[in-house]
């Protein structure tokens, strides 16, 4: 009796995966889930489908937050220009108070009444001046490039979000397929009396909770999809797609030499030493006002002689005016300089929170890799086949796909937290790691072993 009991499942199990999947069963005491329920994504065409450094090409061309940083550099080099300029002259068309003679003193004809004056910054206020506009300059390119740096980091996470997405739905569809046979197959083991109503009761539920969660994840990509475009400056609902698969490649920097890249490369350093330099020729510029300036006047009744009235201008008393924006300026010089002590503490940290984030986001995924995934893939494995041969219960084959279920996610998950951290390092850094190895130096049998 068992072994024709076996026999009815097997060749039961066999009609399952040879027919195809239909909106209901003949005889069945229940309405089961059918594939034309399940909604398609929308199709995206090859040029939509981008890489990572694509995205992130995109976003230095489309992100407003770049445009606004490229704008406050041209307007930092117009305003360089404007500070080289010497002082403009000045004309002045006035008549003067004859009380000796009272004739019109505002004649149109008069010539002494058009005078012309020409300021020559013999204090060294041009200088100071160009000095601190060209160090504001070199400024707004360092924030630039902390700009681009942050889109970086910010389409990075949107794109690896979205593999993230996709691969979890790949498996949610072989999720519902697979929730699909099994609830065939009880159903065809209840029709022949080798099993409970319960059985594919249950198992229709376990599909339809399956395609619930099919649509759940169908709707996570769309809203990735529509996160990367908002990172790269696009319309959310511009057809969008990543052409990279999700993929795991270790690497192993030296936090030392991590440290040293970031020294030398952070924007944010050389940002706020250039706004240090801007701030000491302010200092100058301050202290210009104490120095005369050569002036040169005249007017058109004596141009035509050749005379020219030629003085200088200075402040003849500083009644604190002066002094106090000199030490003002010297003040913001010592708290800059503190700035940069902090700026230079705030990056060493940044490096260490992102090797600590990548070293432990590794060791996730490596347990995952030996220990969880394997072993929950090899107990769904066994349990199914023990329920086909009626060893398990239906609940212990929903409960282990279940298990393997949650595994792959936290899986993907884990592999999405390592990418993450991976660009947080760069991030840090200020440069691509070094030591990273792009999908195409990745040889196929470390594919193999890293590629979920």
């Known amino acids: 009796m068992t072994m024709l009991i076996r026999r009815i499942l097997l060749t039961s199990l066999a009609g399952v995966l040879a027919i195809p999947i239909c909106a209901g069963q003949t005889g069945a005491p229940f309405q089961t889930v059918g594939v034309a329920q399940v909604p398609e994504l929308p199709s995206v065409a ?4 981008v890489t990572l450094e694509q995205a992130v090409q995109i976003a230095f061309r489309d992100n407003a937050q770049v445009k606004a940083s490229r704008y ?46 020409f300021t020559f910054e013999t204090n060294g206020a041009n200088q100071w001046r160009t000095s601190q506009a060209s160090n504001q300059f070199r400024q707004a390119k360092a924030d630039a490039q902390t700009a681009m740096l942050n889109v970086r980091q910010a389409v990075t996470a949107a794109y690896v979000g979205l593999q993230i997405a996709n691969r979890e739905l790949e498996d949610e569809r072989a999720a519902y397929t697979d929730a699909q046979r099994i609830r065939d197959l009880t159903l065809k083991q209840f029709q022949a009396g080798a099993a409970p109503q319960t059985n594919s009761i249950r198992a229709d539920i376990a599909a339809t909770q399956e395609l619930g969660n099919l649509l759940n994840q169908i709707n996570a990509v769309k809203v990735a999809r529509t996160s990367l475009n908002i990172s790269l400056g696009r319309k959310p ?26 020294a030398a490369n952070r924007p944010e350093l050389r940002s706020a030493e250039f706004n240090r330099d801007a701030l000491k020729a302010n200092v100058g510029l301050e202290k210009s006002q104490y120095y005369p300036d050569l002036v040169v006047g005249t007017d058109l ?51 260490e929170s992102a090797y600590e984030a990548l070293t432990v986001a590794d060791g996730t995924v490596a347990a995952f890799q030996s220990g969880m995934l394997p072993q929950a893939e090899g107990l769904e494995k066994r349990i199914e086949q023990g329920y086909v041969l009626g060893g398990n219960t239906i609940l212990d084959l929903l ?37 990273l190895k792009t999908a195409s130096e990745i040889k196929p049998s470390e594919m193999g072993k890293n590629k979920p």
């Open 46 to 49: 090859g040029g939509n489908r």
């Open 72 to 117: 406050q550099v041209e307007a930092a080099y117009a305003n360089l220009t404007g500070q080289r300029a010497p002082i403009n002259p000045t004309f002045t068309y006035g008549g003067l108070n004859n009380t000796v003679a009272p004739a019109p003193t505002l004649d149109l004809n008069d010539p002494s009444n058009y005078s012309f004056l």
């Open 237 to 262: 609902e511009e057809p969008i797609d990543s052409v990279e698969s999700l993929e795991f490649v270790p690497i192993h920097p030296d936090v030392q030499q991590l440290q040293k890249q970031a």
């Open 301 to 351: 009744r004596i141009v035509r002689q050749g005379t020219f009235l030629v003085g200088f201008t200075m402040p003849l008393f500083d009644f604190g005016s002066i002094h106090g924006a000199v030490k003002q300026a010297q003040k913001n010089v010592r708290a800059q300089e503190a700035q940069i002590t902090l700026e230079q503490q705030q990056v060493r940290q940044d490096v």
């Open 399 to 435: 409960d282990a796909q279940s298990t393997l279920r949650a595994a792959r996610i936290a899986y993907y998950g884990a592999i999405g937290n390592y990418r993450q951290a991976l660009a947080q390092l760069e991030r840090a850094v200020g440069a691509p790691v070094t030591a």
